[in-house]
Structure formats: structure tokens, C-alpha cells
């Protein structure tokens, strides 16, 4: 039984990993799987503007699965909810042909914001600096021994795939500053600010001159043979928050890196070379990579 | 965005059904998955006594599956949101090796009724007969011509299985009634009449004689071989509520068979043979058949 708090609007999302293609054996552990189950959740919540309160979990499991690593998966889960103040309040679990997890989280907000509210003229401002978790997965997926000594020396790249953060204060933050539109990265940038357009029926230019590269992100692409942008804008799962700003909201620790406009028909992302239209950047659940 | 109702106790609860194991394309259309995942999920509410009110669906969809196929899945969702008056609010759809849907549902009571409340002398009440899931499914599994003679015969027994029915209004009447516990009969009287004796700390004798069977279960057993107790009792998801009822309540529509006792180390099915221990009879998401 929960209690909802009188005045709030209650807010809701889900969203559900699978082994093999939003997580593997190879590259994370039992409680990275949990972990990021949940904050992939609250970055949702995060993005509304929402206090995180309630989640549920549905889990199938592979037959065999040792009890173990179920163990594992829960504490993961565990860590994840007294971290962000979330009560797990149910579950369910089920015999399938995969490990997979359906998190449903439940949200309290006075101000929710939604993805349809952006204006032209507004800002697109990001919460914190991109493509850490691109950089991080391709990384770990490299055979090359040099990705090895990036990643030590970068932590903030593998724990960015394995550990993310949702940006819970900043989706609060960016709602009293009157954020008219916001939406996670969960998709990549040039996706989600898509999204966002689409919803407000209004245009965008993303610029990638003012994209932030978290750090490593560089060092990454040059070792990979990639381009940084690419990794910052095209895939990943940052889960920092992408919001449109009204131009004289003063809001420190965002960084605006585009603008909303006037024409819906021109969506597009403003390279060195010209503008390039957004459509067919984002991420695909698809055609993930494993 | 959610408006909570002032003054009611808000309640979650989330099943995930996966291809192959709770339904498979041999024995049931797509509609028919979309809307036992949805009624799986309302039966949780009804045996909290709880009005539904909201769900979010969180769907994996192997590659390929026909958009055709996905569409009559959601087309089932829908005719069971508007069935029963529940609003889908939010849903995710990612790639897996098998079609699942995991639905988390909301609902809203005045007047919670936990697992945990029974007491000795309570008796064990249903909302209605049992084991028309289980045979409608066993028929429909049958190669036996004489199967289809008896579906056709009793329709309800293939209905139990494709289009379950939640006991929403019954949910509320039990507990305006002084139900003191309560559950939802998925995983067969024995193993849910368990779950409510363990919760509550006390004793339960399940009596056989009195088991009430719906129109067709003995039929379908008598041609099958088996035992339609078995039916009734072992498995199935009738999608009946099981509850604890003071002696002196008085409900229409609901039938006695057991009660609850003292002793916590008497939990048995009373048989003619003398009683049985209701442990190991319940039903095993792990050991299901396909």
C-alpha cells in the first residue's frame, strides 16, 4: 500500500533490459544489470521532474540461472533504490528464454514537465557533458589491449556503461528554472532532441561545435577510429536529462549546446560541414549491437 | 500525470507473461495474449480489494515478428483496458529473444484487504468454481478428437484459458464483507490457499468435498484421465479470489470450501483418503508446461 502525497501528481514509466542486447556477462556483473534496471527507470522519472518513490520488478529467468546470480541481480536492484530513495514494492518472477527485467517506476511531482512544451527560441541545454557510455561500451567491447589503459585511466567510461546515474536533482533544478520541455538521453542526444521537437511541433538545431565530450570521450574515438561527435550524439545511454530553456532562465551546471525554432520541417544537427538532418541518427532498439 | 483519488490507499502490482510458457500461438490469437496480460494483472488489484485504474506495458519482441502480430497483441490490451475501465499510460517496446509483456497495474482502494489477515475459524471462501482454465487448456493441448467435442460442448472452459475474467466487483464485495485476507487463485487453490495461510501465521484444511467445480471440469477430466480435483485444486489460473471470511459474514456468490485453524503446522488438503499436506502442490512457474 503506498500513500501518495497530497498535492503531487503521480507520474509512471517502464522500461525493460534483456540480456544480450542492453546487457552481457562479458562486460558487466550481475549488479550493474540491476543497477542500471533501475536508473534507467529513474532517469525517466528525472526527466519529468519527478521525485522518485515506488518501483516494481518483473524478471524472467533462463533455466539454468544460478540462485546466485539472481542474488546478484537484486542487490544490484537493492543498491540502486536506498542510493536514490526508491521503495521496491513488488515483483514478479518467471521462468523465460532470457534474463530480462521490467522495471515500472512511480513518481511524485508538483511541476511535471512535459516533452511537448518547447517553444522557438528556447535553448536546448543538456545536464552534463555526452557519449561517456558510448565510449565506455565500445571500449570494453575492444579487443585491443590499448582500451585496457584508457579505461583505467578514464573510470568515468566504464562506470557510465555500468553504473549510470539519473539526474534526479538536476530534473528538479531544470523544472524551477522553467524548462518547457525535457526528455532523458537515454537514446542518444540527436534522437532525443528529435523526440523533443516532434512533440512540441517545433524546429531544432542541435550544435555540434557546443556539444560537451565527457571525459575520455576524445582519447576513445581517436583509439576506435571514431568520430567523438558520433559518440556523443549518436547512441548511448547517458541518461543525463536534454531540456528546452527558456533564453532567460539562469540555471548553472547545464550546457546548452542548440536551439529550438520556428520551422518544424528543419530538425537538424549544424556539423562543420553543414546542417545534416536528425532523423536516422537515433539510437535503434533493433539493431543494438550485443 | 496521474490524479491520485483523495483518501484512498494507491496499490501496484506487475506479472510478465512470456511466449511459450504462458501462452503460445498454437492454442490462443495474439489478442487473446494482450488481454490475459492486462487481466493477470487486474486480478492482483481485485484481491486487494482495489478499483484499477492505470497500467504501462513493457513489451520484447523477437526479430522477426510481424507488425500485424504486435498490433492484434496491443488490440487485446486495448479491449481489456476498456473492459474493465483501466488506462494504459505508458509503455516501452525493446527486441528479445521471445514476446513478453510485462505489465505493472495501479490501482485505488479505501479499504486495502492484505494476504496476512486470516484467522483461526475464518473460513476459506471463492468467488467461483475452479479448474476451467486448467482443463480448457489441457483440452486444447489434446491431439483427442473427442476434446474439441467437449470445447464446443462448454465453451467457458477455452474462454477461462484466452479470456480470463478479473474479479474486480467481487474484490470489493469480499471486502466490504470483512474479508480478513485475501488473494488471487493463478497458481491453483492449493498453492494460493498456502500462500494466505503462511501470510496470516495460522492453519488452513482445504476440503476437497467441497471444492466447487465449474460446468465441464469433470467432463474434460473423465476423457483426459485425470483427476478433476486435480484440476480444480493443483493448477490453472482461474483468476477466482480466494478469502478468509469471517463466520458470520454473509456474501452471495461466494462458496465454502475450508477453513482456517489454530495451528500453523496444519496446512492440508482434506481428501477422502484423509489429508494431505498442501505443500507441493502448487503450481511452479519453473515446471510449467508449454
Chains 1, 2 share one sequence.
Not at 5 to 16: K, N, Q
Not at 29 to 50: F, Q, R, T
Not at 58 to 66: M, R, W
Amino acid at each position: 500500500m503506498l500513500e501518495p502525497t497530497a498535492g503531487h501528481r503521480l507520474v509512471v514509466t517502464t522500461d525493460v533490459l534483456v540480456e544480450g542486447l542492453d546487457f552481457t556477462a562479458a562486460l558487466s556483473e550481475p549488479e550493474d544489470w540491476g543497477w542500471k534496471a533501475v536508473v534507467a527507470n529513474l532517469s525517466d522519472l528525472a526527466a519529468m521532474a519527478a521525485e522518485a518513490r515506488w518501483l516494481v520488478l518483473a524478471l524472467t529467468v533462463p533455466d539454468p540461472t544460478p540462485v546466485a546470480t539472481l542474488e546478484r541481480v537484486y542487490a544490484g536492484v537493492g543498491e540502486a533504490c536506498r542510493a536514490f530513495g526508491v521503495a521496491l514494492v513488488g515483483g514478479d518472477i518467471s521462468a523465460g528464454p532470457a534474463l530480462s527485467m521490467a522495471v515500472t517506476a512511480l513518481g511524485e511531482t508538483e511541476r511535471p514537465v512535459p516533452r511537448s512544451g518547447a517553444r522557438p527560441g528556447d535553448r536546448l541545454a543538456v545536464s552534463g557533458p555526452l557519449g561517456a557510455a558510448a565510449a565506455g561500451l565500445a571500449l570494453l567491447q575492444s579487443g585491443d589491449p590499448a582500451a585496457a589503459g584508457l579505461l583505467g585511466r578514464f573510470p568515468g567510461l566504464a562506470a557510465a556503461h555500468r553504473r549510470p546515474q539519473p539526474a534526479l536533482a538536476m530534473g528538479l533544478a531544470l523544472a524551477r528554472a522553467g524548462a518547457t520541455a525535457m526528455i532523458d538521453v537515454s537514446d542518444g542526444l540527436a534522437g532525443d532532441a528529435l523526440h523533443l521537437a516532434e512533440a512540441s511541433g517545433v524546429g531544432i538545431e542541435v550544435h555540434d561545435a557546443a556539444v560537451p565530450l565527457a571525459p575520455g570521450v576524445a582519447e576513445a574515438a581517436a583509439l576506435l577510429g571514431r568520430d567523438p561527435l558520433e559518440l556523443a550524439i549518436g547512441g548511448g545511454e547517458d541518461f543525463v536529462l536534454a531540456a528546452a530553456l527558456p533564453r532567460a532562465s539562469d540555471l548553472g551546471g547545464v550546457l546548452d549546446c542548440g536551439r529550438f525554432t520556428a520551422d518544424p520541417s528543419t530538425r537538424v544537427r549544424v556539423t562543420r560541414g553543414g546542417p545534416v538532418p536528425l532523423a536516422g541518427l537515433a539510437w535503434d532498439h533493433f539493431r543494438r549491437p550485443g
